[in-house]
Protein backbone atom coordinates (compact mmCIF):
# COMPACT_ATOMS: atom_id res chain seq x y z
CA UNK A 1 0.00 0.00 0.00
CA UNK A 2 1.70 3.09 -0.96
CA UNK A 3 1.59 5.91 2.19
CA UNK A 4 -0.19 9.67 0.70
CA UNK A 5 0.43 12.96 2.82
CA UNK A 6 -2.00 15.00 4.01
CA UNK A 7 -0.41 18.46 4.26
CA UNK A 8 -2.53 20.14 7.24
CA UNK A 9 -2.77 23.34 8.89
CA UNK A 10 0.71 24.79 10.90
CA UNK A 11 2.74 23.00 8.33
CA UNK A 12 1.92 19.29 10.12
CA UNK A 13 1.02 16.40 7.75
CA UNK A 14 -0.41 13.33 7.96
CA UNK A 15 0.61 10.35 6.03
CA UNK A 16 -1.87 7.57 5.55
CA UNK A 17 -1.83 4.17 3.91
CA UNK A 18 1.88 2.94 5.77
CA UNK A 19 -0.01 1.77 9.21
CA UNK A 20 -3.22 2.33 11.27
CA UNK A 21 -3.87 5.84 12.48
CA UNK A 22 -5.33 6.01 15.86
CA UNK A 23 -7.60 8.88 16.88
CA UNK A 24 -8.72 9.68 20.36
CA UNK A 25 -12.58 11.07 20.42
CA UNK A 26 -12.70 14.07 23.42
CA UNK A 27 -15.97 14.97 24.14
CA UNK A 28 -15.74 18.43 25.86
CA UNK A 29 -19.53 17.74 26.43
CA UNK A 30 -21.57 17.76 29.09
CA UNK A 31 -24.13 15.44 27.42
CA UNK A 32 -21.85 12.97 25.63
CA UNK A 33 -23.51 9.34 24.52
CA UNK A 34 -19.61 7.84 24.71
CA UNK A 35 -18.24 9.00 28.43
CA UNK A 36 -21.05 10.80 30.17
CA UNK A 37 -19.40 13.94 30.40
CA UNK A 38 -16.39 13.45 32.53
CA UNK A 39 -14.52 15.37 29.85
CA UNK A 40 -16.40 18.43 30.65
CA UNK A 41 -14.35 20.93 32.17
CA UNK A 42 -11.02 21.91 30.48
CA UNK A 43 -8.51 20.38 33.14
CA UNK A 44 -10.01 17.07 32.69
CA UNK A 45 -10.09 17.45 29.07
CA UNK A 46 -6.29 18.17 28.54
CA UNK A 47 -5.89 15.13 31.25
CA UNK A 48 -7.57 12.81 29.16
CA UNK A 49 -5.95 14.08 25.84
CA UNK A 50 -2.76 13.41 27.49
CA UNK A 51 -3.62 9.86 28.41
CA UNK A 52 -4.91 9.04 24.86
CA UNK A 53 -2.08 10.06 23.57
CA UNK A 54 0.07 7.95 26.33
CA UNK A 55 -1.75 5.44 24.62
CA UNK A 56 -1.16 5.75 21.16
CA UNK A 57 -3.93 7.91 19.95
CA UNK A 58 -1.58 10.46 17.17
CA UNK A 59 -4.81 12.31 16.67
CA UNK A 60 -6.86 14.04 19.09
CA UNK A 61 -10.23 15.20 17.81
CA UNK A 62 -12.11 17.69 20.48
CA UNK A 63 -15.94 17.90 20.02
CA UNK A 64 -18.24 20.76 22.15
CA UNK A 65 -21.65 19.61 20.47
CA UNK A 66 -23.14 16.39 21.16
CA UNK A 67 -24.36 14.15 18.08
CA UNK A 68 -25.99 11.61 19.74
CA UNK A 69 -29.78 11.44 18.53
CA UNK A 70 -31.94 14.02 20.26
CA UNK A 71 -29.11 15.99 21.69
CA UNK A 72 -29.81 19.85 22.28
CA UNK A 73 -28.41 22.02 20.26
CA UNK A 74 -25.93 24.19 22.05
CA UNK A 75 -24.79 27.91 20.58
CA UNK A 76 -21.64 28.21 18.63
CA UNK A 77 -20.02 30.62 21.87
CA UNK A 78 -20.97 27.52 23.78
CA UNK A 79 -19.42 25.06 21.65
CA UNK A 80 -16.63 27.52 21.35
CA UNK A 81 -16.33 28.39 25.04
CA UNK A 82 -15.89 24.35 25.45
CA UNK A 83 -13.56 23.73 22.42
CA UNK A 84 -11.29 26.40 22.20
CA UNK A 85 -9.54 26.12 25.81
CA UNK A 86 -8.98 22.80 25.42
CA UNK A 87 -7.63 22.93 21.87
CA UNK A 88 -4.98 25.70 22.81
CA UNK A 89 -3.74 23.65 25.70
CA UNK A 90 -3.21 20.63 23.19
CA UNK A 91 -1.59 22.87 21.16
CA UNK A 92 1.77 22.64 23.18
CA UNK A 93 2.30 19.51 22.95
CA UNK A 94 4.01 18.78 19.77
CA UNK A 95 3.35 14.88 19.13
CA UNK A 96 -0.41 15.18 18.61
CA UNK A 97 -2.22 16.45 15.75
CA UNK A 98 -6.05 17.80 16.89
CA UNK A 99 -9.07 17.99 14.85
CA UNK A 100 -11.70 20.16 15.64
CA UNK A 101 -15.45 18.31 15.39
CA UNK A 102 -17.93 20.98 14.07
CA UNK A 103 -20.29 21.95 11.37
CA UNK A 104 -19.78 25.28 12.23
CA UNK A 105 -17.64 27.87 9.60
CA UNK A 106 -17.01 30.32 12.27
CA UNK A 107 -16.04 27.85 15.17
CA UNK A 108 -13.69 25.68 12.57
CA UNK A 109 -11.99 29.09 11.95
CA UNK A 110 -11.10 29.71 15.74
CA UNK A 111 -10.59 26.13 16.13
CA UNK A 112 -8.06 26.50 13.44
CA UNK A 113 -6.15 29.90 15.09
CA UNK A 114 -6.30 28.41 18.12
CA UNK A 115 -4.16 25.37 17.01
CA UNK A 116 -6.05 22.64 15.44
CA UNK A 117 -4.58 20.94 12.12
CA UNK A 118 -8.23 19.35 11.02
CA UNK A 119 -11.54 19.76 10.99
CA UNK A 120 -14.02 17.39 11.27
CA UNK A 121 -17.28 18.09 9.97
CA UNK A 122 -19.96 15.00 10.04
CA UNK A 123 -22.02 17.00 7.91
CA UNK A 124 -19.63 16.81 5.22
CA UNK A 125 -19.73 20.90 4.79
CA UNK A 126 -23.19 20.53 3.80
CA UNK A 127 -25.09 22.11 7.01
CA UNK A 128 -22.72 25.53 7.00
CA UNK A 129 -20.88 25.50 3.79
CA UNK A 130 -18.83 28.84 4.37
Given at each position: ??????????GRHLDLGGK???????????????????????????????????EGALVVDVG????????????ASQEQARIL??????????????????????????????????????????????
Amino acid sequence: MTARRWQLAHGRHLDLGGKAVVVGILNVTPDSFSDGGQFDAPEKALAQARRMIGEGALVVDVGGESTRPGAAAVSASQEQARILPVIEALAGVNEVLISVDTYRADTARLAVAAGAHIVNDVWGLQREPD
